[in-house]
T-cell receptor, first 114, second 112 residues
């Protein structure tokens, strides 16, 4: 089955700096890659996703890049703010059917210091 | 109800007891999922259902069962709870195809 590895497990940055989280996946058939943000005690919520037919997607301060050849994708957060502090999860799945079971990385705890 | 509702919010359960975690969604999503979240291990899929009447096993199904009698409800049952099932359980759903998961607020279960 699919295996997703996420690095780093913890990341601390100063407010205003950029943060980058990287994930690798094992199944070359995976074609859908969402990122979720989970604040302390809350549920995971989607922040951005990318499909295998594009290499990059941006939404304001957040961007995701995908390298299908190398089977890795990354989350980029620019101009970080204290409210960006949370646990971030990447996921990979094979879409196209209703199954679409997502395999998650183990998460990155991001701390943005004011 | 808006989205996914899970109940109970938290529960302390004696080992060996039977427990059903409830999950209801009002978005008419076809696919539903149960994940458990343990510190440092991310979210691991327990069981899933592509559509009403069908279910499948995820990566950690042992000790758990599910049913999907209709579109809205997807209960998770622990037949005989063990301490290793102490975790936070999230129910999730999606319309199907290339779409993100919508999560419930989770159930924090402690098995003593």
């Amino acid at each position: 089955g699919e295996n997703v590895e996420q690095h780093p497990s913890t990341l601390s940055v100063q407010e205003g700096d950029s943060a980058v989280i990287k994930c690798t996946y094992s199944d070359s058939a995976s074609n859908y890659f969402p990122w979720y943000k989970q604040e302390l005690g809350k549920r995971p919520q989607l922040i951005i996703d990318i499909r295998s037919n594009v290499g990059e997607k941006k939404d304001q301060r957040i961007a995701v890049t995908l390298n299908k050849t190398a089977k890795h994708f990354s989350l980029h957060i620019t101009e970080t703010q204290p409210e960006d502090s949370a646990v971030y999860f990447c996921a990979a799945s094979i879409e196209g059917t209703n199954a679409g079971k997502s395999t998650f990385g183990d998460g990155t705890t991001l701390t943005v210091k004011p | 109800i808006a989205g996914i509702t899970q109940a109970p919010t938290s529960q302390i359960l004696a080992a060996g007891r039977r427990m059903t975690l409830r999950c209801t969604q009002d978005m008419r999503h076809n696919a539903m999922y149960w994940y458990r979240q343990d510190l440092g291990l991310g979210l691991r899929l327990i069981h899933y259902s592509n559509t009403a009447g069908t279910t499948g096993k995820g990566e950690v199904p042992d000790g758990y069962s599910v049913s999907r009698a209709n579109t809205d409800d997807f209960p998770l049952t622990l037949a005989s709870a063990v301490p290793s099932q102490t975790s936070v359980y999230f129910c999730a759903s999606r319309p199907g195809g290339n779409s993100p998961l919508h999560f419930g607020n989770g159930t924090r279960l402690t098995v003593t």
